[in-house]
């Protein structure tokens, strides 16, 4: 009978904390444009996906940067298709980051060639795409930890709970916004962010 209670207790706080994960990564965060709090991802760098160039992201300056944590065996890769269309319409004014990732149920197994020829030969994207990093844990990359603690970027505290989380910045480098997953990139709410 305590088995029973035990294991009736344990389950139901399973149900509970996946709930919380669940509604946690449903929740979308807009800032306002003039925050003055707010701190530049400008002296940040990080390697390309093919490790030949460093990405430095003053040379953005003027445009909005979407970094989105990526995953090419996700139920959420079609996203890439999206992401491809945006940059494409928003080119003049928009620079999509794709951030390769396999921290989220091992679904970026492959290595620096093989997230490339998935991405050109099934999408064909243009965009860049950085080295694969980890977005959270103890190896977090400099670029998550700024993303990712208020401390850094002076507007948020936010945990990255599953690949296609994406971040948008204002044309100085600051955090404007913070999209879950299931935020496809054409969604209004970050394409009129974008317009402004």
């Keep these: 009978m305590f088995r029973r209670i035990f294991a009736f207790i344990l389950s139901g706080g399973l149900v509970l904390t996946l709930k919380a ?105 243009t965009f860049l795409l950085t080295e694969k990093i980890e977005v959270k844990g103890k190896n977090q990359h400099a670029l998550y930890a700024f993303l990712t603690q208020k401390a850094k970027n002076g507007v948020l505290d936010a945990e990255v709970m599953w690949n296609f989380n994406k971040f948008l910045l204002d044309e100085n480098g600051k955090l404007l916004a913070y999209f879950p997953s299931k935020v496809k990139p054409d969604d209004p709410q970050l394409t009129g962010m974008i317009e402004k």
């Design 21 to 125: 994960c669940i509604s946690g990564q449903n929740k979308t965060a807009i800032f306002p444009e003039d925050s003055s709090a707010a701190s530049s991802l400008y002296p940040i760098r990080i390697q390309t996906l093919d490790g030949k160039s460093t990405i430095d992201f003053s040379s953005f300056k003027g445009k909005k940067i979407l970094i989105v944590n990526t995953a090419s065996e996700c139920g959420y890769t079609p996203q890439y298709e999206a992401l491809e269309v945006l940059q494409n319409k928003y080119k003049d004014k928009l620079v999509i980051i794709g951030c390769p990732c396999n921290q989220f149920g091992g679904q970026e197994p492959g290595d620096t060639a093989a997230i490339r020829e998935f991405c050109t030969k099934n999408y064909q994207i």
